[in-house]
């Protein structure tokens, strides 16, 4: 049986109205990295609690994410308790789920509507486990899409002082090792430049931070 599937979100602007309509206040918004270099980095808004990297889905990448888990199975990571993870059930929702993952371990510096629905979501799955919170999550009614796409969202917070890619096709957080405020999107970016150099013919990254009172 096919898994169910929403439209999916590209890249900004979708993100900002996005979380607008599921009631997340603009004092913090998302907007997007226009370069890697410190000179492009220095343009971003200042702080910045998460990190959306949009990529394309190849057979490198594929290829990459198997070897990965097979070697992470057997290397036990020390993910903190506190990481809010949510598994991807539904196609075309790794945009939904990369917001998801930004905003959730960021809870304490964000602000919502009261009848935020986003909100309600978080309240009501904070005590599941991620395959619970994929199964609560598919509940939710979305616009349907025969088209299937090959670009994927995934989200770098800073948890802890800790680095951690979020990624809903992935069994578990994956620890990219120490980060601190002042250094989380300069840290996050380095991980993204792997992703890049893992397919040097493509070009179809994208990289959208949430920063506070910006853009």
Not at 72 to 93: C, E, H, M, W
Not at 119 to 124: C, G, T
Not at 127 to 153: C, G, I, Q, W, Y
């Amino acid at each position: 049986m096919d898994c169910p599937r929403w439209l999916p979100l590209e890249s900004n602007p979708e993100v900002r109205i996005f979380v607008s309509c599921l009631g997340m206040k603009s004092t913090w918004q998302f907007g997007d990295v226009y370069g890697l270099d410190p000179e492009l980095l220095s343009m971003v808004p200042r702080p910045v609690c998460a990190v959306l990297l949009l990529f394309p889905v190849t057979e490198k990448y594929e290829a990459f994410k198997q070897e990965e888990e097979e070697k992470l199975k057997d290397k036990r990571q020390d993910v903190s308790p506190d990481v809010y993870f949510i598994k991807q059930t539904i196609g075309n929702a790794c945009g939904t789920i990369g917001l998801i993952h930004a905003v959730a371990n960021n809870q304490g510096h964000l602000e919502f509507e009261p009848d935020s629905p986003l909100k309600k979501f978080l309240e009501q799955t904070s005590k599941m486990t991620p395959e619970e919170r994929a199964t609560f999550l598919e509940k939710d009614e979305a616009p349907s899409l025969d088209e299937k796409v090959n670009l994927h969202f995934i989200a770098f917070v800073n948890v802890g002082g800790h680095l951690y890619e979020l990624d809903g096709r992935k069994p578990f957080p994956i620890v990219h090792g120490k980060t601190s405020e002042d250094t989380f999107l300069e840290d996050a970016v380095e991980v993204c430049k792997i992703f890049m150099a893992r397919d040097p013919q493509e070009v179809r990254f994208t990289i959208i931070a949430l920063s506070k009172d910006s853009y």
